[in-house]
């Protein structure tokens, strides 16, 4: 899909300039990551730019399946409405989703596309992107240290970053 398309996407689904201009950013990084890693680019920075469409909806965890449900609604293929569900930091596991009133599922990223997209949104700050250090200090502030997600994070990042 052409940039251009994807943004049209978010626009008529009703995301405000902000988030576009977040996903603009997000998709450049995640497009870097994909050729150092050989990923699928296209699928990469489609699922970049429109990961968060479900923002038009609301800005809770659970924009990542609000944004599933509009991306199958629009007919787009699975591998994006996956990337698009599995978005949120470095995935949730079923237990945890349940803990945050999610429909028991597991959300974590398997695919390396799935990877990338979401760990390129973890290192953009709005339009700005930001280091791992930065990434982890605040998730223990919001969490707290022993937080299984902040281990994840680390492990994503080693992933992604070796
Ligand atoms: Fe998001």
Redesign the pocket.
């Known amino acids: 899909m052409k940039k251009e398309d994807a943004v049209n996407l978010l626009r008529r689904a009703g995301c405000s300039e902000r988030v576009i201009d977040h996903c603009i950013a997000v998709a450049e990084l995640a497009g870097e990551l994909a050729k150092r890693h050989n990923a699928d680019y296209d699928l990469v920075t489609t699922a970049a730019l429109l990961?968060?469409i479900g923002?038009a909806k609301t800005h809770g965890v659970d924009?990542?399946m609000a944004g599933a449900e509009i991306a199958r609604d629009l007919d787009l293929d699975e591998k994006i409405v996956r990337i698009i569900e599995r978005?949120?930091g470095a995935g949730i596991p079923a237990d945890e989703a349940q803990k945050l009133g999610l429909p028991n599922k597991d959300y974590v990223p398997k695919t390396l596309e799935e990877k990338i997209v979401a760990h390129a949104?973890n290192l953009v700050m709005g339009t700005k992107k930001v280091s791992i250090d930065e990434v982890l200090k605040n998730m223990q502030k919001i969490l707290g240290k022993q937080h299984p997600a902040i281990q994840r994070m680390r492990e994503l990042h080693a992933e992604l970053y070796q």
Request: net charge negative; charged share 40%.
């Open positions: 990961h968060d923002r924009h990542a978005h949120i949104d």
